[in-house]
């Protein structure tokens, strides 16, 4: 099973709402990842967890929150967000960010800001 | 900083003929590719990966190559089909598992 599960598929939100993004995955993974993805472009990371801690955060404004609660589950918690923050938010797990491994992916959530 | 592209935005192809997909990378540090399938609505789904000490690996009707020499690196779909037709993506990984993607490939496959 490579399954990584993301909730909700879509997201409809206005900028002044609170929102949170989740994801679960069971393969025993240690690292997990957070992505944006803007139409027609590639993935660009955006936080790295390892081991439930915070490895990296690629400068993203402090309106995006991570939040790794265990080694299944990642949250991302969205506040005061801008229209120009509409994309697709990737969620990847990984056997352990020290080890180069394959990134497995969920398929997303599409968020709107209005 | 260095990145990861991609020589060619579209590409499309007539079912049953064979594609390739070409990449260049400028990272000579890094030791780890990938190619993800990212189809419409989806995230993106590995297809095959190789190691810097490798030149060739071959999946099922996918071969990857590497030529660390000029940094590019191509994957082979052979007889292609209509499911094959996604986005392709080649990601790149300097040795701590960070991923950087490059632009991505339209492949559209016409019957």
């Known amino acids: 099973d490579t399954e990584v599960t993301q909730t909700p598929k879509h997201l409809v939100m206005g900028m002044t709402n609170k929102k949170s993004l989740k994801c679960e995955q069971h393969?025993?993974?240690?690292?997990m990842y957070w992505y944006k993805q803007k139409a027609k472009k590639p993935p660009e990371l955006m936080f790295v967890?390892?081991?439930?801690?915070?490895?990296i955060n690629e400068s993203v404004p402090s309106r995006f929150s991570p939040e790794c609660p265990n080694s299944s589950l990642l949250n991302l918690h969205l506040h005061a967000l801008q229209p120009e923050d509409s994309a697709l938010y990737l969620c990847?797990?990984?056997?352990?960010?020290?080890?180069?491994?394959?990134?497995?992916f969920g398929a997303g959530t599409r968020l709107s800001v209005l | 900083g260095e990145s990861v592209g991609l020589h060619l935005p579209t590409l499309s192809v007539q079912e049953g003929d064979n594609s390739i997909i070409n990449c260049a990378y400028s990272?000579?540090?890094?030791?780890?590719f990938i190619w993800y399938k990212q189809e419409s609505g989806k995230g993106p789904q590995f297809i095959i990966d190789i190691r810097s000490n490798m030149d060739k690996r071959q999946g099922q009707r996918v071969t990857v190559l590497l030529n660390k020499t000029v940094k590019h690196l191509s994957l082979q779909i052979a007889a292609t089909q209509p499911g094959d037709s996604a986005v392709y993506f080649c990601?790149?990984?300097?040795?701590?598992?960070?991923?950087?993607f490059g632009a991505g490939t339209r492949l559209t496959v016409k019957p």
């Open positions: 393969m025993g993974h240690r690292a």
């Open positions: 990272n000579s540090a890094s030791d780890y």
């Open positions: 967890y390892s081991y439930e801690k915070l490895s």
């Open positions: 990847a797990s990984s056997q352990e960010r020290r080890v180069v491994d394959i990134q497995y």
């Open positions: 990601a790149e990984n300097p040795g701590n598992n960070d991923m950087r």
